[in-house]
Structure formats: C-alpha cells, structure tokens
C-alpha cells in the first residue's frame, strides 16, 4: 500500500513538472492568440511580431521608458502615451503595475494587453550587482571569427 501511494505521489510531481517545462516560444504563442483574433494574425507583420517578442523577453519599464520605447506597444495611442509621460512628471514613478488605472484613457482592456510587455521596477539598472544583471539578462552569446587567406 505504501508503495502505490508513493508511486502514485512519484508520477503525479513528474507531470506537474513535465507540465511546467514549456518554452518561452510557446508562452509568447499563447499571449498573441490572446492579444489578436484570427484576423488580425495575418496583418501581424514580422517586424511587429519580432518587436513583441523582444518586448515579451525584456519588457519595458514604465518608469524609464521614453516616449519612442512606449510607440513599440503599438496598441497603445499618442494619448495614451502623452498621459501616462504626464502622470510620471507629476506624481513620480509608478509604483505598481495597477496605478494604470487612475491614468486618464486607460481602460482595463487596454492594460491587460500590456502586461506581459511592460514592468514597473523602482530599482535603477545602475544599482544592480553584476550577478543580479546577470540573473535578469537574457543571455545571448556571439562568436565571429574571420580568417584571411594570402598568398606567400
């Protein structure tokens, strides 16, 4: 008896772990069949679909985005983003994600399309540690090497 439950036990915490594995690729799918109907996947042009998969891997931070950074969430309009510069101008940093909301022409379908794209940190880059950055980084390494041919 000890033994079925403890096999029982074994294989129920191998698939909820074989269920945890999935790919960032495919937690990004995910959100774009959220984000867009059927129609609108076909005008999803490449760039825009790289843009929100970078966006989707190192989202914007509120607080330090520019104006330039916050027309790459292209769903959200010039209002929208001249009112959330005037907000950080006059109440300071956001401190959480769900000040949004006191944010004039944010609404709540607006701010659930943002949420995998956008952070609010208060803590400045420029403090991390180096294993810190290391830690939230996503790490992407490069080899280039050329090789001239002469003749003697």
């Not at 989707?56 to 027309?71: C, F, K, S």
Request: glycine letters at 0%; a negative charge.
């Amino acid at each position: 008896m000890i033994r079925f439950l403890l096999s029982i036990l074994i294989l129920s915490c191998l698939a909820r772990i074989a269920c945890a594995q999935s790919s960032p690729e495919r937690a990004f799918e995910s959100v774009l069949e959220n984000l867009f109907t059927q129609q609108d996947e076909d005008a999803l042009r490449e760039e825009q679909y790289e843009i929100l998969y970078q966006l989707y891997t190192q989202p914007v931070n509120l607080n330090v985005a520019t104006e330039e950074e916050l027309h790459d969430l292209f769903f959200l309009s010039d209002r929208q983003i001249s009112n959330l510069l005037h907000y950080r101008v006059n109440y300071g940093k956001l401190y959480t994600i769900y000040e949004l909301q006191f944010i004039p022409a944010f609404d709540d379908a607006t701010i659930q399309q943002m949420l995998p794209f956008i952070t609010v940190e208060t803590v400045p880059a420029d403090t991390l540690t180096w294993a810190a950055r290391w830690t939230r980084a996503e790490k992407l390494f490069i080899f280039r090497q050329a090789t001239t041919l002469e003749r003697k």
